[in-house]
């Protein structure tokens, strides 16, 4: 389970439980990045979520940073941009 909560227009808590074991991020999305991956078609809690099952499908929820900017991943992952606007 992943569940994203806002704390303002670009900062958020994500959530992510699995097999009774849940783990918190941090996570801050700009409205420049936002856009530039969506378009605007999907809210920015959406894309996080999106964004995690992406990760978790590539490494375990202990691996992911406890604090990042979502532009981050793209340099972990040069697939995930591409992705992601799928």
């Known amino acids: ?7 303002n227009q ?3 808590t994500v959530k992510v439980e699995k ?3 849940s783990k918190e991020y941090d996570v801050s999305l700009d409205d420049e990045y936002w856009q530039d991956l969506t378009g605007g078609k999907i809210d ?3 894309l ?3 964004s995690f099952e992406f990760l978790l499908e590539r490494e375990p929820k ?3 940073l406890p604090r990042f900017n979502l532009r981050i991943i793209n ?7 591409e992705e992601i606007k799928k």
């Open 1 to 7: 389970m992943i569940e994203v909560k806002r704390k």
């Open 10 to 12: 670009q900062e958020f």
């Open 19 to 21: 097999e009774g074991v």
């Open 44 to 46: 920015k809690e959406k």
């Open 48 to 50: 996080i979520k999106k």
């Open 62 to 64: 202990e691996s992911i």
């Open 75 to 81: 340099q972990y992952f040069p697939e995930f941009k």
